[in-house]
Structures are given as structure tokens and as C-alpha cells.
């Protein structure tokens, strides 16, 4: 499974919770631990599977007051 950046986030939360909204629709993500530890930089990414972007794009919108989505 071939995993790209997809959003930025400026906190541990929120990319979790853009996490768990992708999981529960089925869409596979990942938040890399390292992220995690940065987040007290703001800057957390978010990872999609690459052939769930665009599903993932319309769930999460193509930006937002939460992330800043990579293009």
C-alpha cells in the first residue's frame, strides 16, 4: 500500500481525528509517530492510500480552518 502526504495539521488531534473520520468510511490512513512528537512545531501530516485521495479529498473537503491539504 503506497501511502502520500495528504494534509497538515497543526496539532496530534486533529490529524487523529481526520484519521478516525477517513477509517470509519473505510479509506486507510496513517499519522507517523514522529508527526505526533512534532506537533508542538504545528505540523503534523496526515498519509492516504493513494487510490483512496480523492474519496479522502471529498470527506475532508479540499481546505479547511483544520489542515492545509498538500497538493
Known amino acids: 500500500m503506497d501511502l ?3 494534509r ?3 496539532t496530534g488531534v486533529e490529524a487523529q481525528l481526520a484519521k478516525s473520520l ?3 468510511n473505510g479509506l486507510k490512513s496513517h499519522v ?3 508527526d505526533l512528537l512534532q506537533s508542538a512545531l ?3 501530516t496526515l498519509y492516504v492510500a493513494a487510490e483512496d485521495v ?3 479529498r471529498r470527506l ?3 481546505d479547511d480552518d ?3 491539504t498538500i497538493p
Open 66 to 68: 483544520e489542515g492545509v
Open 42 to 44: 504545528g505540523r503534523v
Open 22 to 24: 477517513l477509517e470509519s
Open 60 to 62: 475532508l473537503g479540499d
Open 54 to 56: 480523492e474519496e479522502a
Open 4 to 6: 502520500i502526504p495528504m
Open 8 to 10: 497538515v495539521y497543526g
Open 32 to 34: 507517523d509517530d514522529m
